[in-house]
Nanobody, 128 residues
């Protein structure tokens, strides 16, 4: 079992930066691929970024590529999402999630149905 708690959300102006953190409990955190998703009001949840269990492989949605960076520190059981050059359209609740697949080299998923554990979300609001 993995429990996830996000933090770091807030209100910033367009062009600003935020770093989201997702703290995981559960001794096997380091063996799961992790992802970030977001859901804006009135919209479906969408993929943002994912990282393999080792951190060696990452993937990003086109809308955030070049602005967001996903990383992880397995010693601290934490995954991060560094968000730069923020835009009003980045406003959403951001969720971190742990994939169902255990200890698969180089693996990550962009599909929310592949993720079995979810945090409660953290609100990110970007003002224009």
């Amino acid at each position: 079992q993995v429990q996830l708690v996000e933090s770091g959300g807030g209100l910033v102006q367009a062009g600003g930066s935020l770093r989201l953190s997702c703290a995981a409990s559960g001794r096997t955190f380091s063996r799961y691929a992790m992802g970030w998703f977001r859901q804006a009001p009135g919209k479906e949840r969408e993929f943002v970024a994912a990282i393999s269990w080792s951190g060696g492989n990452t993937v990003y949605a086109d809308s955030v590529k070049g602005r967001f960076t996903i990383s992880r520190d397995n010693a601290k059981n934490t995954v991060y999402l560094q968000m730069n050059s923020l835009k009003p359209e980045d406003t959403a609740v951001y969720y971190c999630a742990a994939d169902r697949t255990y200890y698969r080299a180089g693996y990550y998923s962009v599909n929310d149905y592949d993720y079995g554990y979810w945090g409660q979300g953290t609100q990110v609001t970007i003002s224009s």
